[in-house]
């Protein structure tokens, strides 16, 4: 079946950076846009990064934009977000999923997703 295994999450200070990575199974990943999504606390999740099957094509929200970089690996089925100069506004639960619509998902599985929390 469908598999996300999100890992790479941590707490560090305003400016620090993390590395985010997602294990993809139960589909052809190669064939598949993938995207990052993150929940905040008592919000909706919203999708943050996005990057097309061959890994040249790549999107990012407006809030993220030039601080985050979303890369895959298609000979391991992994998907990853580098982050730095991150915000407290980046505090949340990240998730990788295939993307469908602004902020929906193609499949209704989900992974545990991976805790950040930026904090002084």
């Known amino acids: 079946q469908v598999q996300f295994v999100e890992s790479g999450g941590g707490s560090v200070r305003p400016g620090g950076s993390l590395r985010l990575s997602c294990d993809v199974s139960?589909?052809?990943?190669?064939?598949?846009?993938m995207s990052w999504y993150r929940q905040a606390p008592g919000k909706e999740r919203k999708r943050v990064a996005t990057?097309?099957?061959?890994?040249?094509?790549?999107a990012y929200a407006d809030s993220v934009k030039g601080r985050f970089t979303i890369s895959r690996d298609n000979a391991k089925n992994t998907v990853d977000l580098q982050m730095s100069s991150l915000e407290p506004d980046d505090t949340a639960v990240y998730y990788c999923?295939?993307?469908?619509?602004?902020?929906?998902?193609?499949?209704?599985?989900w992974g545990q997703g991976t805790q950040v929390t930026v904090s002084s």
């Open positions: 990057i097309d099957p061959t890994g040249r094509i790549t």
């Open positions: 139960g589909f052809i990943f190669s064939n598949y846009i």
């Open positions: 999923n295939v993307p469908l619509g602004d902020n929906g998902s193609l499949f209704d599985s």
